[in-house]
């Protein structure tokens, strides 16, 4: 693998216990079928472990699908609100800020899979990423107001 480059998360072993282990495109990962809900399972032929192919990745251990996923992303891009999001989608305000964070430690994937999948501009993006920046400070800043306000001392 190059220098810089990130390995895609069903092309090595995550076992740290494995002599495979981190060894990028090394011919010991096999698919293993799939879960319930239809990611795919891998094996690794050195060490027996199976994990899925999303582990490391935004949709890890999410329940909802990717493409889900991606598309309120891409409404957030658009400046629908979180209320809108959740009118149209059915999924809580909370979930999708979520996602959004958990999308800012996967900044140069999301964005890539934006820019190819909808009809997004780099400004879009942009301001997406602004909006995470300022979220957890303005839920920080309501809460120690509204602890102050009803006769609690804030921490």
């Not at 994990?51 to 996923?69: A, D, Q, R």
């Amino acid at each position: 693998m190059k220098a810089g480059r990130r390995a895609i998360a069903g092309s090595f072993c995550w076992n740290k216990d494995c002599p495979d282990y981190g060894k990028v495109d090394h011919g010991n990962i096999v698919r293993y079928g799939r879960t319930s809900k239809g990611t795919q399972r891998l094996k690794c032929k050195t060490c027996g472990r199976v994990f899925v192919g999303n582990k490391g990745t935004i949709f890890y251990g999410l329940h909802h699908s990717p493409k889900e996923i991606l598309e309120c992303l891409a409404m957030l891009a658009e400046r629908n609100s979180l209320a809108a999001i959740h009118r149209v989608k059915g999924i809580k305000e909370e979930t999708i800020v979520d996602w959004l964070r958990k999308a800012s430690a996967h900044v140069e994937e999301i964005e890539a899979l934006l820019l190819a999948n909808y009809h997004l501009t780099r400004v879009q993006l942009d301001a997406m990423w602004t909006y995470v920046g300022h979220k957890g400070e303005k839920a920080t800043i309501l809460k120690r107001s509204i602890e102050a306000h009803s006769g609690e001392v804030p921490r």
